[in-house]
């Protein structure tokens, strides 16, 4: 019997969302937590550490169709920033969704040298 298209999809989401965790686990370290929800993965980055007095802590949920079809679940916190500038700053990266890629990349440039608005949201006040 050959496997129906959506368990192939359904297999080959599973493997890059391993992969884009693995990546992400590789860049920030002890900086970034994972856990398995559901089907789901969810991520959590602080930047610029989990130790600094000052961070943005983001929160991705990858969910099961995610990256073939469906966007990650964003949520930045950042109690010194502004409320605006975290909702301009996740709506950027939100952006950089494109169904069938992954957005660790786009995450960890837009926490090291990214857009002005996740610039911001990042920097001290």
Same mark, same amino acid.
Do not use: C, K, W
């Given at each position: 019997m050959? /496997?129906?298209?959506?368990?192939a999809d359904d297999d080959l989401d599973a493997q890059q969302r391993a992969e884009e965790a693995e990546s992400l686990s590789a860049i920030y370290g002890d900086d970034c937590s994972m856990v398995q929800q559901a089907g789901s993965t969810v991520v959590k980055v602080h930047v610029p550490s989990?130790?600094?007095e000052q961070q943005v802590v983001l929160r991705a949920?990858?969910?099961?169709?995610? /990256?073939s079809a469906a966007p990650p679940v964003l949520e930045?916190?950042?109690? @010194?920033? /502004?409320?605006?500038?975290?909702?301009?700053a996740a709506e950027e990266l939100e952006q950089q969704f494109v169904p069938g890629g992954q957005v660790q990349h786009a995450l960890h440039v837009q926490s090291t040298d990214?857009?002005?608005?996740?610039?911001?949201?990042?920097? @001290?006040?």
């Open positions: 050959v /496997p129906a298209a959506d368990d989990r130790t600094a949920l990858l969910p099961s169709n995610y /990256p930045l916190h950042a109690p @010194h920033r /502004p409320p605006e500038d975290i909702a301009a990214g857009p002005a608005n996740y610039q911001q949201a990042m920097s @001290h006040p």
